[in-house]
């Protein structure tokens, strides 16, 4: 590709859910950078819980090309899956979870590491790749 497509204006937006429920995050020092560096126009903070915001962006901001999912533990990963796999999009969306793996129990023996497993993210995301059908899917990798 040319050098003139990547100066091409795409009309980027960042859209940020958060309730602030963690004290003492950099989330307000964010927003005040933002505006700093005249981005406060492209980034949306959402105030709340996920739960339900998948409305809030515009219309014209969806399909989502990369979405980054840092919240909770498997019941949180699957409802989030269920409210926003149709938001992803499916000719290449991107979908980052910060969290995919679970302890179970421990190993007997002393000294050793915790085994490891593929939580239940995985079958909510083949669940919801199936639901969708084979055009509708963004791309996924374990």
């Not at 009309?11 to 429920?21: F, N, T």
């Not at 307000?28 to 996920?50: N, Q, S, W, Y």
């Not at 149709?86 to 302890?103: A, E, K, S, T």
């Amino acid at each position: 590709m040319s050098l003139e497509y990547y100066r091409q204006n795409f009309g980027a937006a960042l859209h940020a859910i958060d309730d602030y429920s963690i004290e003492h995050i950099s989330a307000p020092k964010m927003l005040d950078a933002l505006k700093r560096l005249d981005l406060d126009d492209i980034v949306t903070v959402h105030e709340g819980d996920f739960r339900g915001m998948s409305s809030k962006p515009e219309p014209n901001s969806v399909p989502f090309d990369f979405v980054w999912f840092d919240c909770g533990g498997p019941a949180e990963y699957v409802r989030f899956l269920e409210e926003y796999w149709p938001l992803i999009n499916p000719g290449g969306g991107i979908l980052v979870l910060h969290f995919r793996y679970w302890d179970i129990a421990p190993n007997q023996k002393p000294d050793t590491p915790a085994n490891m497993v593929m939580g239940s993210i995985a079958n909510e995301i083949k669940r919801q790749q199936a639901k969708a059908g084979p055009r509708r899917n963004p791309r996924f990798r374990l």
